[in-house]
């Protein structure tokens, strides 16, 4: 799935780079010279910037979420537990409603996924929740959450918020190492 985002954000900003730099190159032409090799350099510049500006306010927002999971699009985070399994899941699945997922569904007795779907600021998302149990008597949780589009590489934070959300929630929880 990284490897994946990875891809869709290379591909996002080769592409709008060449769609810039054809713009660039199709203003001079039609404008010719020196003035028109200068409006073909700030037409190239504008639309990087389409592309650097929304960049730019995903990893401030993404800053904002401050937590046990990871930055990215898609972020992964775990905390050990020392309460109950039955406390724990309780709590996680309150999160879960709170943010507006779906009800969770087990995939195993440690393991439910839960989604969002479809909106206006995004695809929708998935996050995944595991409990499992160590042998001193604790319990690792960890939580996966992503964007339901694969290649989708700007979140703006939201799925570090949503990890971060149900990994704060847990009773007596401390950070993994």
């Given at each position: 799935?990284?490897?994946?985002t990875r891809?869709?954000?290379?591909?996002?900003i080769?592409?709008?780079g060449?769609?810039?730099?054809?713009?660039?190159?199709?203003?001079?032409?039609?404008e010719?010279?020196?003035?028109?090799m200068?409006?073909?350099?700030?037409?190239?510049?504008?639309?990087l910037?389409?592309?650097?500006?929304?960049?730019?306010?995903?990893?401030?927002?993404?800053?904002?979420?401050?937590?046990?999971?990871g930055?990215?699009?898609?972020?992964f985070g775990q905390v050990?537990?020392?309460?109950?399994?039955?406390?724990?899941?309780e709590?996680?699945?309150?999160?879960?409603a709170?943010?507006?997922?779906?009800?969770?569904r087990?995939?195993?007795?440690?393991?439910?996924?839960?989604?969002?779907?479809?909106?206006?600021?995004?695809?929708?998302?998935?996050?995944?929740?595991?409990?499992e149990?160590?042998?001193?008597?604790?319990?690792?949780?960890?939580?996966?959450?992503?964007?339901?589009?694969?290649?989708?590489?700007?979140?703006?934070?939201?799925?570090?918020?949503?990890?971060?959300?149900?990994?704060?929630?847990?009773p007596?929880?401390?950070?993994?190492?």
């Amino acid at each position: 799935m990284v490897r994946q985002t990875r891809i869709g954000k290379l591909a996002a900003i080769g592409t709008l780079g060449a769609f810039g730099l054809f713009v660039g190159l199709v203003v001079w032409a039609v404008e010719g010279g020196v003035g028109g090799m200068a409006l073909g350099a700030v037409a190239f510049l504008a639309v990087l910037l389409l592309l650097v500006i929304p960049m730019i306010i995903s990893a401030a927002k993404e800053q904002k979420h401050e937590g046990p999971a990871g930055k990215g699009p898609s972020s992964f985070g775990q905390v050990v537990t020392t309460a109950p399994a039955a406390q724990v899941w309780e709590a996680v699945y309150a999160v879960l409603a709170a943010q507006k997922f779906t009800p969770p569904r087990a995939v195993d007795p440690q393991t439910v996924n839960s989604a969002r779907s479809l909106s206006m600021a995004s695809w929708g998302e998935s996050i995944t929740v595991r409990i499992e149990g160590t042998h001193d008597g604790r319990g690792v949780v960890t939580a996966w959450a992503r964007p339901a589009f694969p290649l989708q590489w700007l979140d703006y934070g939201r799925n570090r918020r949503h990890a971060n959300a149900v990994l704060n929630a847990v009773p007596g929880a401390t950070p993994a190492v």
